[in-house]
């Protein structure tokens, strides 16, 4: 099956504190997965204070017309896509989409990616963006679990 993998990143306009962002990424999530399961798209969200990333993999038709109405959507601003490449493969076969906030004790992390420890997604190239994204989802998914309503996204059942 032809895949494409999309990556842009935008400003977060999700609310003014932890709590509201907490808050719209449950809501964003559960919706996104109801959604993007119907399309067979798999992807990943990070969110820091400022900047979202988002992945979204699937065929074509699916993730461009997902992506068109997510860029429509007020809760972020200046988005940028990043990249949009052919791939054989998901980064994210196990998530229709997977949902992760940037922590201030994922410092350590994020210097690995971002010279002067500032998550800065225009500053990174497209490849990086994905990498960083996936080692966030994974650092994230280590911690302790959430609470159900804040829990990033469901496995895939049929990976
Ligand atoms: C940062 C962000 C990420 C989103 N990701 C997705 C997504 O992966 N899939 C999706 O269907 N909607 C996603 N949405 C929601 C869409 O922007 C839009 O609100 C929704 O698809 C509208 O759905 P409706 O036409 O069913 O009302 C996202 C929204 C935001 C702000």
């Given at each position: 099956m032809a895949l494409v993998r999309l990556v842009y990143y935008s400003r977060n306009?999700?609310?003014?504190d932890r709590d509201a962002v907490a808050d719209q990424m449950a809501d964003i999530l559960a919706h996104s997965i109801a959604k993007n399961r119907l399309h067979g798209i798999t992807g990943a969200m990070i969110v820091d204070r400022n900047w979202i990333v988002q992945v979204l993999e699937g065929r074509q038709a699916a993730v461009t017309a997902t992506y068109d109405r997510i860029a429509a959507d007020?809760?972020?601003?200046?988005?940028?896509?990043?990249d949009t490449r052919a791939t054989d493969?998901?980064?994210?076969?196990?998530?229709?989409m997977a949902g992760a906030a940037i922590e201030p004790d994922m410092d350590d992390l994020v210097r690995r990616w971002c010279e002067d420890g500032?998550?800065?997604?225009?500053?990174?190239?497209p490849r990086r963006l994905v990498d960083l994204t996936e080692a966030v989802v994974a650092a994230y998914m280590e911690r302790s679990p959430a609470p159900p309503r804040r829990r990033a996204g469901a496995p895939r059942p049929h990976a």
């Open positions: 306009r999700l609310g003014p007020p809760r972020h601003s200046d988005i940028v896509l990043a493969e998901r980064r994210f076969p196990l998530w229709w500032d998550f800065d997604p225009s500053r990174l190239s």
